[in-house]
């Protein structure tokens, strides 16, 4: 199994930002990709932002532009830099490593965007 852990969430301002961590146990660059999900409550699970192993990033239209997704293979770690954060973007986030047919989840990272 691949282990991943999220850190670097917490509570910040609107306009704010926050940089998330995603330390995996395995070799990221093994990995098809690594992405970034958030679950609000009540809402289900969806994507925020992807990054193959060849460096390629998509991302959810809602973060376009404010978010950026970026890995470091030496650290085996994956980071979302969230900048100009909303109340909507409140949320558990959740590291996603792909590799072949499986998919391996951190336990989350709650981010709070309030005055």
């Known amino acids: 199994q691949v282990q991943l852990v999220e850190s670097g969430g917490g509570l910040v301002q609107p306009g704010g930002s926050l940089r998330l961590s995603c330390a995996a146990s395995?070799?990221?660059?093994?990995?098809?990709?690594m992405g970034w999900y958030r679950q609000a409550p009540g809402s289900q699970r969806e994507l925020v932002a992807t990054?193959?192993?060849?460096?390629?990033?998509n991302y959810a239209n809602s973060v376009k532009g404010r978010f950026t997704i970026s890995r470091e293979n030496a650290k085996n770690t994956v980071y979302l830099q969230m900048n100009s954060l909303q109340p909507e973007d409140t949320a558990v986030y959740y590291c996603?490593?792909?590799?072949?047919?499986?998919?391996?989840w951190g336990q989350g990272t709650q981010v709070t965007v309030s005055s």
């Open positions: 395995a070799s990221i660059f093994s990995m098809s990709a």
């Open positions: 990054i193959t192993s060849f460096g390629s990033a």
């Open positions: 996603n490593a792909r590799h072949s047919k499986w998919d391996y």
